[in-house]
């Protein structure tokens, strides 16, 4: 892998992870007990490259102040700060002067993948291609724009999406680009690279290849995937080379305390410093640290923010519950509720199914 540089793609405001990524970028959220970038980082140094660039914009101190030069994980970090947000695009032509060779591996910051990298960068070079991308299959493309190609395995059109795609293949969010592809990219303005430089680069007739595989892969954008991809990192479904516990049914961090009553299961992260009560049942979940769950309560599939409480027999169900919130004894929270920062929800059997904020 000498000669080749990462650059992960971290500066996105996370919208759809709210109220969690108010104070910190998607990319630092707790997952299976680091931060979600922490394992992308250990899965590109264990590919061989230890020079990575992150290109920073929203909340971009969070990351050196965590990070610094990278040492501690083995790799060498660089940071590429955006003043304004430039788009994916963007934010990948704006870290070309921390460059130092001519093939670049590009990664959103919030994808877990298993992708083979030597593979991809392989098809890179035997296509001769100017950009190579990785695609994934999933089962229900409609919900994505999908990225159809030729037996010869280059990429024929970015398709928006559709109710009848014409392929399962989607845009898996990891890109090989030669340094000329990337500095082909304008400068000075936001650039989407999914909906401009890629098609861009088709219609000018450049070698666009895809490296098409079905390991392990998940998008962490929005909530349900968030709490599902953590507890596949915890079941040791996902691959990653971070992760602070054996694999298996829960992963429980320092000074956390779980009842011997309690059941804790499905991929859940106890944070440090939570603790867990007498017949508490919590299923999939990421407690964040310093969380509390009170005696009988249930939390399934859902986020707790720093340092919040779930009293005694509340239920929790598919929720995000911001830093510092409390769900009320006997309160029923369903179905995608968000309980935005140090809010209270008094007790009672209310059901709260929509915001509250
Ligand atoms: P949502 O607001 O919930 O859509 O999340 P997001 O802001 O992270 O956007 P999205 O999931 O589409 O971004 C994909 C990847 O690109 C993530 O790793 C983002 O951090 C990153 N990203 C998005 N916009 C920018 C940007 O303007 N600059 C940089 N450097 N990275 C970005």
């Known amino acids: 892998m000498a000669g080749i540089d990462a650059v992960v793609l971290v500066g ?6 709210r109220p969690l990524t108010l104070s910190a970028p998607k990319p630092m959220l707790p997952t299976a007990g680091v931060p979600l970038l922490t394992h992308l980082i250990s899965r590109i140094r264990d590919a061989g490259v230890s020079h990575i660039v992150l290109g ?7 990351f050196s102040d965590h990070f610094g030069d990278g040492a501690a994980l083995g790799v060498e970090l660089d940071y590429v700060v955006e003043s304004e ?7 990948i ?13 590009i990664f959103n910051g919030d994808v877990l993948s298993g992708v083979d990298l030597q593979a991809l960068l392989d098809v890179h070079e035997r296509r001769r291609a100017e950009v190579s991308l990785h695609l994934t299959r999933v089962e229900d493309p409609r919900a994505f724009g999908c990225v159809p190609t030729s037996p ?9 999406k559709d109710p009848n795609p014409v392929t399962d293949q989607i845009n898996a969010g990891t890109y090989v680009f030669t340094r000329t592809a990337l500095e082909s990219i304008p400068t ?3 650039v ?3 909906r401009e430089t890629f098609p861009g680069l088709l219609a000018a007739g450049a070698r666009v290849a895809a490296y098409v595989d079905a390991t392990y892969w998940r998008d962490l954008g929005k909530p349900s995937d968030f709490v599902a991809g953590s507890a596949d990192l915890v079941r040791g479904i996902a691959p990653s080379g971070a992760l602070p516990g054996p694999v298996g049914e829960r992963l429980c961090l320092e000074g956390a305390d779980v009842a011997t009553d309690a059941e804790v299961r499905g991929g859940s992260t106890v944070g440090r410093d939570c603790r867990v009560g007498a017949g508490a049942r919590v299923e999939g979940s990421v407690l964040f640290d310093g969380s509390r769950i009170g005696a009988n309560a249930v939390v399934r599939r859902s986020v ?33 509720a968000r309980v935005w920062p140090s809010v209270m929800l008094p007790p009672g059997s209310i059901r709260f199914s929509s915001d509250s904020s």
């Open 12 to 17: 996105g405001q996370g919208t759809r992870l």
């Open 56 to 62: 920073t914009s929203y909340r971009a101190e969070v």
């Open 85 to 91: 947000p430039l788009g994916t695009g963007g934010g």
């Open 93 to 105: 032509r704006n870290v070309a002067d921390a460059l130092r060779g001519d093939t670049v591996l």
């Open 152 to 160: 010869d395995g280059l990429v024929e059109a970015f398709l928006e």
């Open 188 to 190: 000075g303005r936001p």
């Open 192 to 194: 989407s690279v999914e």
């Open 304 to 336: 707790l923010g720093f340092g919040s409480v779930v009293e005694d027999g509340a239920v929790v169900e598919d929720a995000v519950i911001g830093d510092g919130a409390k769900i009320g004894s006997g309160v029923e929270l369903l179905a995608g």
